[in-house]
């Protein structure tokens, strides 16, 4: 069974760093794109940033120029290197990726169940 597993969130001040991790695991036969997103309570879920099979990223328009993605395809785990933390980066961050699992001739979307991050001013 494919599932992805977040890990690393938790509280830290405003101006701090905290770095996410994703692990996919399971039977998988290729990962295509992956992502990370947030959500707090009464908003939708938001992109925070995006990247490739490649190596090519996105960012919200929030977190450019703070936040870092990064993957180990040799791994399958993407990370979230988040840095200069304000206190309205404070939301459940959520792990993303269009994968294709080893019984499958299709690629699927697998979501992580979130990782609290809180950001104290």
């Known amino acids: 069974q494919v599932q992805l597993v977040e890990s690393g969130g938790g509280l830290v001040q405003a101006g701090e760093s905290l770095r996410l991790s994703c692990a996919a695991s399971?039977?998988?036969?290729?990962?295509?794109?992956m992502g990370w997103y947030r959500q707090t309570p009464g908003k939708q879920r938001a992109m925070v940033a995006t990247?490739?099979?490649?190596?090519?990223?996105n960012y919200g328009d929030s977190v450019k120029g703070r936040f870092t993605i990064s993957r180990d395809n040799a791994k399958n785990t993407m990370y979230l290197q988040m840095n200069s933390l304000k206190p309205e980066d404070t939301a459940v961050y959520y792990c993303?990726?269009?994968?294709?699992?080893?019984?499958?001739?299709?690629?699927?979307?697998?979501w992580g169940q979130g990782t609290q991050v809180t950001v104290s001013s």
């Open positions: 993303n990726a269009g994968l294709q699992p080893t019984s499958a001739p299709y690629f699927f979307q697998y």
């Open positions: 990247i490739t099979s490649d190596g090519s990223t």
């Open positions: 399971g039977s998988i036969r290729s990962i295509n794109y």
